[in-house]
């Protein structure tokens, strides 16, 4: 893995490759639909016709357009149950259970299929057909012991046109290899996914960097029309994941979110998709992460890059990592190892942009494996969080570090607004990668947690594969025991990388006349205690600047880590018509500060009594 705690699969070039094993991509062609061979427990569908719509007794066949095909009692299949053939087509469940691939075989078999024939993963199912506005709702599907790998319960593509599913009222049971509950691929856009449960039971895939592991798995492309709606879904259970988008605009929420993973980028929610927002969600996994908002693994806007526009939102999420990840046990097959950089509340990656968290609760928990609340690594342009609490804990005396605020990579400017940062080993913390891109921290809290390690610090550095520049923390609020000069930075050296962090605070000064009048267009000057100049400006109609003044600036260098303080600062006023300045005059910038100082202006006259 190239990063730590993340890897998936990057294909150069564009997303339209088609592998000869089932379900090998996550993106994958579309093509005319043609004929294959019908089994013969696919025959005969239909029991005959009621006065709300068809009945059915059995598995078959469903290929009369506008149809409701209704259920009348518990059905199985050795095979696939259900194949849709053609558009506008509502199979209610009516209470009752589909139960598929009752025998086993070498071929994946499906509850319903909506499929081309070309595709060579549902070879030996039937197929072709359109299957446009397709409902299922009202029972479960439950797949069968002897269900071969890849055996969805409900299976969507590579069909034009095959939009509009929506799937509500079901529950859902499977525990094959790399099975999915609902699985589409280059279909399924505008669809609706509601008040489902889904039992997940998965607990071992083949292909974890294909988020094989998920319990609803959309994968239409950006060009594709409206995306998902999936929302008030229970999800229990899965190998890896909850719910993965990588359509343009799904909305994602008031899903209840129980993922129990054991292989890497194990995410209750992907955001993978442009304008993608999830909100109102709970999501407290076995085992496993959060949120993350991505999209580069599979080039959505270009090779390499992630989203534009995701949003995550009114989110409550607690998440822990369990020693139980199988891709990175010995051998690959012990499932007893900790997941890389451990459970993640939020995380961005994959050069998403202008990407958004905000009003999220995230307490992110550490025992055995390590956990961070907020987690930036690959990010493009223009992301930020405002008004999250993230929270990481240590679990009793658990060796894991919880960490609020972690940073690997982090290639561009990240802004963070209001947010409060509880870390239990420490506050802030950057990975070996560095964070080379910048930060800013405005009114943020950062604090030391109620259970914290012995050797916890609020600023925490690892970088020894890239530097960490440019992380300014403003008019900041230190809670707990955390402290603005409390880091184990080290000098540089062999292991160690350039590194700084620094602490600012805004000072705003008002400048008026003796009537308390303001008086625009003041000159302002600031020089910081080594008197190098911190800042120049004029002040505005309301006779106002305001500047962000640099306290500590704490870096390293090849011998020493340097404290270096530049406060206090020297102000000095001047303004044309006005005399009465005072002298320069020193302010010691240890916290946010307002201040007014007067002139003597021409302008000062009293107005006349009447």
């Not at 209610?92 to 993963?121: F, K, M, V």
């Not at 856009?189 to 959309?218: C, E, M, P, W």
């Not at 940062?421 to 080379?436: K, P, R, S």
């Not at 003041?522 to 205690?529: K, L, P």
Request: aromatic share 8%.
């Amino acid at each position: 893995m190239g990063r730590t705690g993340r890897s998936y699969l990057r294909r150069p070039g564009a997303i339209l490759q088609r592998f000869s094993a089932p379900q090998h991509s996550i993106f994958e062609t579309t093509a005319e639909a043609s004929t294959r061979a019908i089994p013969d427990e696919m025959r005969g569908a239909e029991a005959g016709a009621g006065p709300n719509g068809h009945a059915l007794k059995s598995c078959g066949i469903l290929a009369s357009g506008g149809t409701t095909y209704i259920l009348q009692q518990d059905v199985s299949s050795p095979g696939t149950c259900f194949s849709v053939q053609a558009n506008n087509i509502t199979l209610n469940l009516n209470g009752h259970t589909i139960t598929y691939a009752t025998a086993p075989g070498n071929q994946p078999r499906y509850g319903i299929l909506a499929e081309a024939c070309w595709d060579t993963s549902v070879a030996g199912n039937p197929c072709g057909g359109t299957a446009d506005h397709l409902t299922v709702e009202n029972g479960s599907i439950t797949q069968g012991s002897a269900a071969p790998a890849y055996s969805h319960g409900i299976r969507i593509g590579q069909i034009n046109g095959t939009n509009q599913l929506t799937v509500h009222d079901v529950t859902f049971t499977v525990s094959a290899i790399s099975s999915i509950p609902i699985f589409t691929t280059f279909a399924g856009a505008d669809s609706l996914i509601f008040k489902n449960t889904f039992q997940n039971n998965v607990t071992v895939i083949y292909n974890r960097h294909q988020i094989q592991g998920a319990a609803i798995k959309f994968t239409n492309s950006q060009g594709a029309r409206n995306g998902q709606t999936i929302h008030d879904n229970t999800i229990v259970g899965g190998a890896q994941g909850g719910i993965f988008s990588a359509s343009p605009g799904t909305q994602f929420y008031n899903n209840t979110i129980r993922q129990n993973g054991r292989y890497s980028n194990d995410f209750a929610i992907y955001e993978w998709g442009n304008n993608d927002a999830a909100f109102n969600n709970v999501i407290s996994p076995v085992s496993g992460r959060g949120i993350q908002i991505g999209g580069g693994a599979v080039s959505v806007n270009g090779h390499g890059m992630g989203s534009n526009g995701a949003v995550a939102h009114d989110n409550k999420i607690t998440v822990i990592e369990l020693p139980q990840n199988c891709d990175y046990s010995p051998g690959g097959t012990g499932c007893n190892a900790c997941e890389p950089a451990g459970a993640f509340g939020i995380q961005f990656d994959d050069n998403p942009s202008n990407g958004q968290a905000y009003n999220n609760t995230v307490t992110a928990k550490a025992e055995q494996c390590d956990a961070q609340a907020l987690r930036l690594t690959d990010t493009g342009p223009g992301n930020s969080s405002h008004d999250n609490t993230y929270i990481a804990s240590r679990i009793g005396s658990g060796t894991g570090k919880a960490v609020g605020l972690g940073f690997a990579v982090l290639p561009n400017h990240f802004s963070s607004t209001h947010d409060t940062f509880i870390g239990d080993t420490a506050t802030v913390w950057v990975d070996w990668l560095g964070a080379a891109g910048g930060f800013t921290c405005l009114q943020c809290t950062l604090g030391k947690g109620s259970n914290p390690a012995s050797n916890y610090v609020t600023f925490s550095f690892f970088n020894g594969g890239h530097p960490a520049a440019g992380l300014h923390f403003v008019d900041t609020t230190f809670t707990g025991g955390a402290a603005k000069d409390s880091t184990d930075m080290q000098a540089i050296g062999p292991n160690r990388l350039s590194a700084e962090y620094f602490i600012d605070w805004t000072y705003t000064l008002t400048v008026q006349n003796t009537l308390a009048r303001p008086v625009a267009g003041a000159s302002v000057t600031i020089r910081d205690a080594r008197g190098e100049p911190a800042f120049t400006g004029t002040t505005d109609a309301n006779g106002r600047v305001s500047a962000v003044l640099n306290e500590l600036h704490m870096h390293n260098t090849s011998s020493a880590v340097i404290r270096q303080v530049n406060t206090p600062h020297t102000i000095s006023v001047t303004a044309a018509g006005c005399t009465g300045a005072p002298a320069p005059y020193p302010v010691k910038v240890t916290q946010t500060i307002t201040q007014t100082v007067q002139l003597q202006c021409k302008l000062d006259e009293k107005v006349p009594s009447k």
